[in-house]
């Protein structure tokens, strides 16, 4: 019995074929698993959970979106009609693939910021077949450790992100297939539970909400029991915080969030929903409301520590608003502005918020000041938008008031 329950934990032959593993002994396997796991568990600061997709990103006409009832700049699930979405995008249009889904893209901008192999690891569900194999390749390739739930009878999820307004809005429509089969199973094992008590900083986007709550709130509990980590989360989409199924697991979550962040448009539709502005007035926020939102979600909302926390709305090529507050005080109000880039420089913009996420989060992560933090993000996400989808060269280059960040 001691044996089975070893091979099981160990993960049997630990992807070798069973007529190699014949010629293997089982404490070999095991030295080999856990040196596998050790080493991850001593090098990882940042985990990230979320729902890995196939970006399948292409130029369109603006005719396209209203073909599918779409928005630019909004971000959606995709509905029965959206179905013959990622064919038409294949087969008429100049598609890019690439490795995505909000919370994954962000850990991948960390990694390329931090460097070290291992130093992010990150949690989610696909399919077996072949757009999961490229997604695994393509993380290990950037660094991250993922950890994928394979679900046998969905399909890897893919998103489809319409780019308009030459590169300056992308509408995304979600399938999450096999992402939306996430099981809180998949956290609580020995394999991931250890690399939840070593990392640090968590970070989810508000879409994993739809999927598995339980997790999220896993997560919760175990920074609000841990002083030295933080837990952040992304607003991510208007309809998150409209449906009252996923207002309700929004707010079930948010006594654990130390960090959030969001853009304008899903700061106006949570103005709307704290009862902040009138609906007809949600066209855009100003200025002052931007701050007031932020304000109210940093210092007016549940908390389980005393921790304060720290809401940040990006605003495109506007000045970044950032508050932190506690149930007590306001502790500070910011703006920051972000770095230039030429229109004809801006290739696509999506994944712009999500660079910024990992930017911000390598930073954080190292423990470096909230305006370093800020930084950061803007530097990864001017690189970002230069190139297709939520890419990035080599090395980053990264100088924080002139002098080049070594990490």
């Known amino acids: 019995m001691l044996a089975l329950a070893m091979w099981r934990w160990f993960g049997g032959c630990g992807g070798l074929d069973y007529s190699a593993a014949a010629f293997i002994r089982p404490w070999q396997l095991v030295r080999r698993r856990l040196a596998s796991l050790m080493g991850i568990r001593d090098t990882v600061r940042i985990l990230g959970m979320g729902n890995p997709l196939l970006d399948v990103s292409a130029s369109v006409p603006d005719t396209l979106l209203t073909k599918y009832g779409l928005e630019p700049n909004n971000a959606i699930l995709a509905e029965q009609r959206h179905r013959p979405l990622v064919r038409e995008l294949r087969d008429a249009y100049a598609a890019d693939y690439v490795a995505g889904g909000a919370t994954q893209n962000a850990i991948r901008v960390a990694q390329w910021m931090l460097q070290r192999p291992g130093s ?35 399909p890897t999820g893919t998103c489809a992100v319409l780019v308009t307004s030459n590169g300056q809005c992308r509408s995304l429509v979600a399938d999450l297939g096999a992402a939306n089969t996430y099981k809180i199973e998949h956290l609580r094992h020995p394999d991931q539970w250890q690399l939840v008590e070593a990392a640090k900083l968590f970070y989810i986007a508000g879409f994993f909400l739809t999927v598995s709550v339980e997790s999220a709130l896993a997560i919760g509990e175990h920074v609000a029991q841990n002083a030295d980590k933080t837990f952040c989360m992304n607003l991510s989409a208007p309809f998150l915080l409209q449906v009252p199924e996923y207002w309700n697991h929004f707010c079930a979550v948010q006594p654990f969030v130390d960090v959030y962040f969001g853009n304008e448009t899903e700061a106006c539709a949570l103005a709307k929903r704290m009862g902040l502005i009138d609906d007809a007035a949600c066209e855009a926020l100003t200025r002052a409301q931007l701050f007031e939102v932020a304000t109210a979600l940093a210092t007016k909302t549940p908390k389980r520590t005393s921790r304060p926390r720290t809401v940040v709305f990006t605003c495109g090529a506007d000045p970044i608003v950032l508050v932190i507050g506690d149930g007590e005080r306001l502790w500070s109000t910011s703006e920051y502005g972000v770095i230039p880039c030429p229109d004809n420089d801006v290739v696509d913009t999506n994944g712009a918020g999500d660079a910024f996420v990992g930017g911000f989060l390598a930073m954080m992560a190292l423990g470096r000041p909230i305006v370093e933090c800020v930084a950061a993000g803007n530097y990864a996400a001017n690189v970002v938008i230069r190139q297709p989808g939520c890419t990035f060269p080599p090395k980053p280059h990264f100088r924080y008031r002139g002098v080049q960040v070594l990490v």
């Open 120 to 154: 992010t690891a990150y949690f989610g569900a696909v399919g077996n077949d072949d757009f999961a194999e490229r997604m695994r390749q393509a993380a290990r390739r950037d660094g991250v450790h993922v950890q994928y739930r394979v679900d046998e009878h969905e």
